[in-house]
Structures are given as structure tokens and as C-alpha cells.
T-cell receptor
């Protein structure tokens, strides 16, 4: 049972535009949410996180939004750059980590 | 470079065999996590150790076991291997907080 879902396996965006990656979860007990970025042949790297007591967290070009009532979070990247092309995983924590299946982002120069 | 090392990088073996994957966490990190990533799947959490003790267990098969040693390195043992065990196995480490894990480069296991 996939408790964290990323329903878009891939996304293409023009350089300079906004990238929006979405993630849904099923367990209302999750209290911390994270986004990881993964390049081929490398392990995932932590990008940004948000606590369930907040609805927004910003770090430079990256902003994560949390909508608890909809059990939905999203990652916004503005402006998108070609170096952002990677697979993005969202994750949620309760008593353990749950990861989504990832969204492959391609930023077109 | 995350500071987490995993060996070997690649492993090819046959069904029914047993393998051991090794992970060295970042210096000072007490927690080690193991994940499995199969084709087209997300990262499946297997197990977490904290300072030598099992802390959390995920979807880890009974054929799999892990341990964390006094020097904090960890090993994941996979036995009676099946074709479906072919996957990338990642190790991650963190300090006392669970909010940020640092991942190793992974071990790609191929079972033929």
C-alpha cells in the first residue's frame, strides 16, 4: 500500500519557468515531509522539508507547500534551471520514512 | 559526496545465494537506514538502526537481516536470493534528528 504517491512520473518545463511537483499522502498522522533530489548513479540528496505545523517553507528557488486538509504537498522551483533536471522524491515520516515513486523533471534550455 | 559509503557498488549473483552489503555512515551519525529501490518503484524503507539497536522496521523480508556494529557501520544480509530481489539498495545516515538523511551512492544488486 503506497502511502505517499507521486502521480506524475515525468514533467518537462522550459528553463526560467516554474516547475511544480506534486505529492499526495494517505496517513494524517505524518508529521514531517521532505523532498529529495536524485541524479542518475547517485543517492538521493535532501532538498527541503516542512513540518506539519506549517503550510509553507521556502529556501531560495525552492518552496514547499503543505495542504493538510487535502493531504497534499507540492514543490515549486522558480526559476527552473537545466541543472534541476533530476528525479524528485517526496517523503513523509511517522514512525518510519515513506517515499513516493518519484517524478522525473526535465528542464529544457 | 554525502560522506556515506557503500560497498560494493555492483553485485551480480545467482538465485539462492547470499550476499552482504556494507554501509559506513557519515562521521558522527548514529542512525543508519536501509532502502530498496526496484525498477519503477520508489524507495522502500527496510530497516533503521540507531547506535547499534534496531529502531524501526519497514517492509523487510524475513530472508533479509541487518545489523549495526560498534563502529556504527552497518551490513544488510540478503539470503535465498530471488530474481525479484534485483534492485538498488541504498543506505542513509543521520544524526539525532530524522529530518535529514544523507544517502550513499547505492549498491546495485543483480540476481540472475
Amino acid at each position: 500500500d503506497q502511502q505517499v504517491k507521486q502521480n506524475s512520473p515525468s514533467l518537462s518545463v522550459q528553463e526560467g519557468r516554474i516547475s511544480i511537483l506534486n505529492c499526495d499522502y494517505t496517513n494524517s498522522m505524518f508529521d514531517y515531509f521532505l523532498w529529495y533530489k536524485k541524479y542518475p548513479a547517485e543517492g538521493p540528496t535532501f532538498l527541503i522539508s516542512i513540518s506539519s505545523i506549517k503550510d509553507k517553507n521556502e529556501d531560495g528557488r525552492f518552496t514547499v507547500f503543505l495542504n493538510k486538509s487535502a493531504k497534499h504537498l507540492s514543490l515549486h522551483i522558480v526559476p527552473s534551471q537545466p541543472g534541476d533536471s533530476a528525479v524528485y522524491f517526496c517523503a513523509a515520516t511517522g514512525n518510519q520514512f515513506y517515499f513516493g515513486t518519484g517524478t522525473s523533471l526535465t528542464v529544457i534550455p | 559526496d554525502s560522506g556515506v559509503t557503500q560497498t560494493p557498488k555492483h553485485l551480480i549473483t545467482a538465485t539462492g545465494q547470499r550476499v552482504t552489503l556494507r554501509c559506513s555512515p557519515r562521521s558522527g551519525d548514529l542512525s543508519v537506514y536501509w532502502y530498496q529501490q526496484s525498477l519503477d518503484q520508489g524507495l522502500q524503507f527496510l530497516i533503521q538502526y540507531y547506535n547499534g539497536e534496531e529502531r524501526a522496521k519497514g517492509n523487510i523480508l524475513e530472508r533479509f537481516s541487518a545489523q549495526q556494529f560498534p563502529d556504527l557501520h552497518s551490513e544488510l544480509n540478503l539470503s535465498s536470493l530471488e530474481l525479484g530481489d534485483s534492485a538498488l539498495y541504498f543506505c542513509a545516515s543521520s544524526g539525532s534528528s530524522i529530518d535529514e538523511q544523507f544517502f550513499g551512492p547505492g549498491t546495485r544488486l543483480t540476481v540472475l
